[in-house]
């Protein structure tokens, strides 16, 4: 089956989960009991209970927005395809800065956990240091690949927290749960919007959607299970805590878990206690580390960062450059010692940018009715409304300094999104050398095509096929990665494409303009109309048109049709036999594609920058081995077109365009693009 250009789709059901409940289990029920028994006593178990039953409102939110919207970046991918630019901005900027700080966070307590346990005179830093490199080369590798060292950890955490638990309830004394609102339910309140953030691990599962099996069934099967699990251990043990021993003397400690772990075993307890917390710290690290760098691939692809942000590995296909930048702020902060203070931040953008995700739901409704929604949350709009009020209403309840910072972090925010090219009207008088430059670095970089195909059949779906395919060939040549939309009118259809192609589907007809305008017409590179009609095709390519997206291809074998598309501007394409390889010619080369149409087809034309010290540099044209069938059509050289002569010499920089049967073209290109060993 094809899958998403780029990430490859390999996380099952259970390693979803295990994304979620690496990034819930974290931390926070090993320290964050002590400042609850201070704040609240007995009364924070009814405060996690109800915060669990909250944060399900969000929860079936982002069921929905997953399942109907697959893409990497979670929360933000989903607020940038259905509410303002800004916003979207925004929501992905407070979601990438919550993260790398929780994550800067987690290898803090991590290294101080290890210093004070295993090696008193070991560095924080350094211990910082050696493990977010380990991490960082884990999720270079792939998801799968952290996931595995992930869950060998959430397992043992599991084990332990829920062993704790079932063993720790015999020892429960009713008396340390008399009275059980010590302070009153005036601090119940506050002390729920602290502890919101430990519920929402569930959005990271989001972030790796391009990554998820079956995300129109994984997804909200991995977040419900989850937040079930998150809630049932949350109650379990903090019953257990604040029964074993007197809230007041629990608040004593900065490490409640493995505090009352020994009060109860000893010090095997203690013991297992510590690896607990080790392991929580290790795997809400990791987890947060991935989802960091994804959120800020997604930003890079949309334009709000360069577009390198958005590169994937050429071999594991992962954001290496986003990961890497993560880890590199990741380390600077947990070196500064600064992190605790500013971590504090993070609840602030949270809870304003899972605010918004919730809204999107609505925005997601009213703008695009017609998306294939597999997931459908109940109460429509009462659910998207309560997520959003439980939200929004904890924050005016934290503590003034993450106000302050919430503030300024917006400040800096919107710096940075008018700083882009895509948001300031002055950038665009860049000098011309800067301008070649950004081209050819997005040349380089392969930036994301959004492409609408109108039409499921039998021609929409070979020619997704064909823009999806990843073999070696493609990712050599291809100009564009693509993002496909599909706009179809029939039901059974749209939802055999929608779990085939695991990409958003539109159910309705692509000739309406409100059917074309809920795929966003101006966040759109390339429509197709590909039905098997060519009246449909010829009005839903001018609608297209109409509607302002750039580049319009329509299939049309009716010469009257052909000459009325062409002359609106729209690229015809009139082979049945070669239309899906002709469409992608069109799109990657766009200036040459119609060369490509002999013989239906079969041959390709690619070019090749030779290396200015390649093997080939110096040499004639008919000096130089190339396959019989692979012809060399031009050479271009110093932007100038150079008609290629057997006794035409290759210089270094020159770029050679071949025409011929992909497998031969493949060998040119190997020889023309080789670099000479010689110093």
């Not at 629990?250 to 307890?269: M, Q």
């Not at 997931?375 to 429509?380: A, P, Q, R, S």
């Not at 999806?468 to 040549?477: A, G, I, T, W």
Request: aromatic share 10%.
């Amino acid at each position: 089956m094809a899958g998403p250009a780029g990430f490859r789709r390999n996380i099952g059901l259970f390693m979803a989960v295990m994304i979620g409940i690496g990034a819930m289990m974290g931390p926070g029920i090993f320290a964050l009991p002590s400042v609850v028994a201070g704040a609240i006593g007995p009364l924070g178990i009814l405060a996690y209970l109800a915060m669990g039953v909250l944060t399900l409102f969000t929860a079936l939110n982002y069921s929905e927005l997953g399942a109907a919207i697959p893409v990497a970046g979670g929360g933000y991918s989903f607020v940038s395809r259905t509410l303002p630019r800004p916003v979207a901005f925004l929501a992905g900027w407070f979601f990438w800065i919550g993260n790398t700080l929780a994550c800067a966070l987690y290898v803090v307590i991590f290294a101080l956990t290890i210093q004070h346990y295993f090696w008193p005179s070991g560095s924080v830093f350094f211990i910082a240091l050696v493990t977010t490199a380990f991490f960082t080369v884990t999720n270079l590798r792939g998801q799968v690949e952290a996931l595995r060292v992930i869950t060998a950890m959430n397992l043992v955490e599991l084990a332990v927290l829920v062993g704790v638990g079932l063993l720790g309830a015999a020892h429960v004394e009713p008396a340390n749960l008399t009275p059980f609102a010590p302070m009153g339910l005036g601090p119940l309140i506050p002390t729920m919007g602290l502890i919101y953030i430990s519920y929402v691990g569930f959005d990271l599962i989001t972030v790796a959607a391009e990554e998820i099996i079956d995300p129109a069934r994984n997804i909200p099967r991995a977040i419900l299970i989850t937040l079930g699990v998150g809630v049932a251990i949350y109650v379990l043990v903090l019953w257990v805590m604040m029964g074993v021993v007197n809230h007041a003397e629990l608040a004593e400690t900065s490490t409640p878990f493995i505090y009352v772990s020994e009060y109860l075993f000893g010090g095997w307890g203690r013991w297992a206690g510590i690896v607990a917390t080790v392991m929580a710290s290790l795997s809400a690290f990791s987890v947060t580390l991935g989802a960091s760098s994804r959120v800020l691939f997604a930003l890079g692809r949309d334009g709000h960062f360069p577009a390198s942000f958005s590169r994937l590995h050429p071999t594991y296909n992962t954001p290496h450059i986003a990961l890497f930048i993560c880890a590199g702020l990741v380390v600077v902060l947990s070196g500064l010692g600064v992190v605790r203070f500013l971590a504090s931040v993070s609840s602030f953008g949270y809870l304003i940018a899972i605010g918004i995700v919730n809204y999107a739901v609505i925005a997601m409704h009213r703008r695009m009715p017609n998306l294939r929604r597999p997931f459908k949350v109940i109460l429509f709009p009462l659910m998207p409304i309560l997520g959003v009020v439980s939200c929004w209403f904890f924050i005016p309840t934290l503590e003034p300094r993450s106000l302050l910072l919430g503030a300024g972090m917006t400040a800096v925010g919107i710096v940075v999104y008018l700083f882009q090219p895509a948001n300031r009207d002055e950038l665009r008088g860049l000098p011309a050398v800067l301008r070649r430059l950004r081209v050819r670095i997005q040349a380089y970089w392969r930036p994301h095509m959004r492409v609408l195909i109108i039409g499921g059949g039998s021609e929409g779906s070979n020619i997704a096929d064909r823009l999806l395919k990843q073999d070696e060939f493609r990712m050599v040549f291809r100009s564009s990665e693509y993002q496909l939309t599909f706009i179809e009118e029939d039901e059974a259809r749209s939802e055999a494409l929608g779990r085939r192609f695991n990409v958003p589907v539109f159910h309705g007809d692509g000739t309406k303009p409100e059917v074309l305008e809920q795929a966003e017409p101006k966040n759109l590179d390339v429509a197709i109309a590909a039905t098997h009609n060519d009246e449909r095709n010829t009005i839903i390519a001018l609608q297209a048109k109409r509607l302002g997206i750039p580049r319009v291809i329509a299939i049309a074998r009716d010469p009257a049709h052909v000459s009325l598309l062409e002359q609106s501007g729209v690229v015809c394409i009139s082979a049945p036999h070669a239309t899906a390889v002709m469409v992608e010619n069109h799109l990657d080369r766009p200036g040459v594609a119609e060369l490509i149409q002999i013989e239906g087809g079969v041959a390709n034309l690619v070019d090749v920058s030779v290396p200015e010290r390649g093997t080939v540099v110096g040499l004639r044209i008919q000096d130089i081995e190339i396959p019989d069938e692979c012809v060399v059509a031009a050479v271009i050289r110093e932007g100038q077109f150079v008609v290629p002569r057997g006794r035409t010499e290759i210089r270094g920089g020159d770029h050679v365009v071949f025409v011929g049967p992909p497998s031969a073209v493949k060998q040119a290109h190997a020889v023309f693009a080789a670099a000479s060993q010689s110093v």
